[in-house]
């Protein structure tokens, strides 16, 4: 039977790839600042209000799997440096989707997997399995096929500002995802609770952003309002709920739980080929085949 923590990885998986779709609807000739302030808005605002009900509402009527801990100072300031981590990754991903196609910006960033290893590797001593080394290898031949087919579509992976902010942008997620584990296991801190205050702490983060494009650039790169903005809020509160809540289970490893739900990448990759019209999908489905394969493949050897 498939333990409960695998199921809601995958189905995080689901909501994250409409997550990532969204986005690219969102930020397509549009101005990137307001479109990243406007949904950390909207997650950030569901989120005060539900603290606002659940001040104003006994602890017995409040849905226990929405109820926010109390928490001490240094566990405030523990949950802002993860909103900051996270803000610095999604306004690079903001960035760079606007100029990629969804086709290749969502695959680049399902490399993240790999950069969680790396970086367990380097910074918690630990040594990758064979089979997580297989795994490496079948992602990075993807990756460096995907390259090829980018060039007939005129991206240059060496020297394309999309292209490296993404890389940037998944390396950054690759320590948000190490950070997490840290949250909720070592500190013991709930789902609701983390999610909440980060929902928060990241309007907070990402104002500079928008403040700079409002004194300077608002004009020359106006932003126009899509319903598709609430939809990145929406999906992406639902897809880190489901995320954390797999990340809280004592046995859940997030050498699993990160490769799958880096899948996301073959949901966003499906809706790029049948809605954004996005070119090359024959080419680019083989070379999302080999990164999918090896993401399952370094969640297999982790165990």
Not at 4 to 21: C, H, V
Not at 67 to 76: E, N, T, W
Not at 256 to 284: E, M, Y
Request: charged letters at 15%; proline letters at 5%.
């Amino acid at each position: 039977m498939i333990p409960s923590w695998i199921l809601l990885a995958i189905f995080s998986a689901g909501l994250l790839g409409i997550y990532d779709a969204a986005k690219k609807s969102s930020v397509k000739d549009n101005a990137v600042p307001p479109v990243l302030m406007s949904a950390v808005c909207i997650g950030g605002g569901i989120w005060a209000m539900l603290l606002l009900a659940q001040w104003l509402c006994p602890s017995s009527m409040f849905p226990s799997m929405l109820l926010v801990d109390q928490l001490a100072l240094k566990m405030h300031a523990a949950i802002l440096l993860k909103a900051l981590i996270v803000g610095v990754s999604w306004t690079l991903a903001y960035f760079s989707l606007k100029t990629l196609p969804l086709s290749i910006a969502g695959p680049m960033r399902a490399m993240g997997p790999v950069w969680t290893i790396v970086l367990a590797t380097t910074l918690l001593g630990e040594r990758p399995t064979t089979a997580q080394w297989l795994g490496i290898a079948l992602v990075m031949f993807g990756f460096m096929a995907m390259s090829r087919v980018g060039r007939r579509e005129g991206i240059d992976f060496r020297r394309d500002r999309g292209v490296l902010a993404m890389f940037v942008a998944t390396i950054v997620g690759a320590c948000s995802g190490l950070y997490d584990k840290l949250l909720l296991q070592q500190m013991e801190l709930s789902v609701p609770t983390v999610q909440a205050w980060f929902s928060i702490y990241l309007v907070l983060v990402i104002s500079p952003l928008w403040l700079y494009w409002w004194m300077r650039d608002r004009e020359r790169r106006p932003f126009r309002w899509r319903n598709s903005v609430i939809a990145i809020a929406v999906f992406l509160l639902a897809a880190d709920f489901v995320y954390f809540a797999a990340l809280a289970n004592p046995q859940a490893l997030v050498s699993i739980v990160s490769p799958i739900r880096r899948l996301a990448a073959v949901v966003s990759f499906l809706i790029a080929a049948f809605f954004f019209g996005d070119k090359n999908i024959g080419p680019k489905s083989i070379c999302v085949a080999f990164i999918a394969a090896g993401i399952l493949v370094i969640g297999w050897g982790s165990q």
